[in-house]
């Protein structure tokens, strides 16, 4: 049972607004990754993060930054919400460094920006 | 660079019936291939994996076999039931790639809608 958090699920904030989604894993995997999935339920890779101090863009350009403090914890964040941003953002670990190995995912924070 | 294509639904059957999803993928490398299911209103969840060719995957009833001389993960199962509607996402891992970002390349989903 793979044990990745994220918080809020839900969130409906409006235009302008800063906002910070977060994920938080307890499994101690090196490897983090935020996909944005859209209403047509495509995924995209928009951050990852080797490990800490590490952090990368993904293939889909992203206003979004992201952090790596810690190893546990992976946080997202918007400085000045679009409704272009309305959308499920996913957050996923895997252990090691191989393409191997699975990747386990976060339940999804959906977020609306009015 | 990497791409997966895989069939568009939605995918309607009925209980007990045959399920083939189709998955081709597009790789420079020598990918991993993943399929994964997401339940409404959750995160995905891995349903099976193959890492080289001619391998299969298999779980819960499902299975999919590494075809690399069609570059394809058709993801299969024998008699389907009304608690495997979901959407479906093929799936690779590339890094052996050489460039490009890390991570996994979904294809677009297929919504799944298996009624009694």
């Known amino acids: 049972e793979a044990d990745i958090y994220q918080t809020p699920r839900y969130l409906v904030i409006g235009t302008g607004k800063k906002i910070t989604l977060e994920c938080s894993q307890t499994m101690g995997h090196d490897k983090m990754y935020w996909y944005q999935q859209d209403p047509g339920m495509e995924l995209h890779l928009i951050h990852y993060s080797y490990g800490v101090n590490s952090t990368e863009k993904g293939d889909l350009s992203s206003e979004s930054t992201v952090s790596r403090i810690r190893t546990e914890h992976f946080p997202l964040t918007l400085e000045s919400a679009r409704p272009s941003h309305t959308s499920q953002y996913l957050c996923?670990?895997?252990?090691?460094?191989?393409?191997?190995?699975?990747?386990?995912f976060g339940p999804g924070t959906r977020l609306t920006v009015l | 660079g990497n791409s997966v294509t895989q069939m568009e639904g939605p995918v309607t059957l009925s209980e007990e019936a045959f399920l083939t999803i189709n998955c081709t993928y597009t790789a420079t490398g020598y990918p991993s291939l993943f399929w994964y299911v997401q339940y409404p209103g959750e995160g995905l969840q891995l349903l099976l994996k193959a890492t080289k060719a001619d391998d299969k995957g298999s779980n819960k009833g499902f299975e999919a076999t590494y075809r690399k001389e069609t570059t394809s993960f058709h993801l299969e199962k024998g008699s389907v039931q009304v608690s495997d509607s979901a959407v479906y996402f093929c799936a690779l891992s590339d890094p052996w790639s050489g460039g490009g970002a890390d991570g996994l390349t979904f294809g677009k989903g297929t919504h799944l809608i298996i009624q009694p």
């Open positions: 996923a670990s895997t252990p090691g460094r191989y393409g191997t190995d699975t990747q386990y």
